[in-house]
């Protein structure tokens, strides 16, 4: 009986090893690249959590633009005065009375008789609570938006600074451990193959002989 050749389909499989490690770095690169650069409104949410990435100066110094808040969701009846919040609406964005929805990260006030959540920047937070001005208004002036509970995101929970986020993700790519465990996974599914292969060639023989 002529013995076959199996260094062909070992170069297949190794190859196809080699492309999943491939996959798996670039899709951990898009990934970092989508949450610093093209988040949508800021906001990525992952079973219940979410991280905003800030783009207003609202709420500077306190919060920067570009730094990354995580977000715990929240109960409505759980609000407490002066919690940070995060929560979506319909505001006027340019001279031209057309509202976006965005995402807003603001200091909660209080929810008025009709349900509306009332919320205020960094710049009113030392406005009297019983001053209107002190609460931020949305839509336009024809047609106002009121917050309220279905627009809840959550509550801040942690700050990322920018330059901490991307240091962090430059600290891991740049770092020998990144590299030693993509060796190990190389290492390991390598050696996973051969034991397989090594097992199938047994039993084979086993057949055979039988």
């Known amino acids: 009986m002529?013995?076959?050749?199996?260094?062909?389909?070992?170069?297949k499989i190794i190859k196809r090893i080699a492309n999943a490690i491939y996959v798996g770095i670039l899709s951990f690169i898009v990934?970092?690249?989508?949450?610093t650069t093209v988040v949508p409104n800021g906001l990525i949410k992952v079973f219940g959590i979410?991280?905003?990435?800030?783009?207003?100066?609202?709420?500077?110094?306190?919060?920067?633009v570009n730094d990354y808040v995580v977000v715990k969701k929240t109960k409505i009846e759980n609000l407490t005065e002066g919690e940070i919040i995060i929560f979506e609406a319909n505001a006027q964005l340019t001279s031209i009375p057309v509202t976006e929805r965005v995402v807003?990260?603001?200091y909660f006030g209080y929810i008025d008789d009709d349900g509306h959540i009332l919320t205020?920047?960094?710049?009113?937070?030392?406005?009297?609570?019983?001053?209107?001005?002190?609460?931020?208004?949305?839509g336009t002036?024809?047609?106002?938006?009121?917050?309220?509970?279905?627009?809840?995101?959550g509550v801040y929970s942690q700050l990322i600074p920018s330059a901490d986020f991307i240091n962090g993700v430059k600290v891991v790519t740049t770092s020998a451990y990144f590299y030693l465990g993509i060796a190990g996974i190389v290492g390991a599914s390598v050696g996973i193959y051969y034991l397989v292969k090594h097992h199938r060639k047994k039993m084979s023989n086993k057949k055979c002989s039988d």
């Open 2 to 11: 002529m013995k076959t050749d199996s260094r062909p389909n070992r170069k």
């Open 31 to 35: 990934f970092i690249f989508l949450l």
């Open 50 to 64: 979410g991280y905003y990435r800030v783009t207003s100066p609202s709420m500077e110094p306190s919060i920067r």
């Open 104 to 106: 807003v990260i603001h």
């Open 120 to 138: 205020y920047s960094e710049e009113k937070k030392n406005y009297n609570a019983d001053d209107p001005a002190k609460y931020d208004r949305w």
């Open 141 to 153: 002036e024809s047609t106002p938006y009121y917050v309220t509970e279905k627009d809840l995101v």
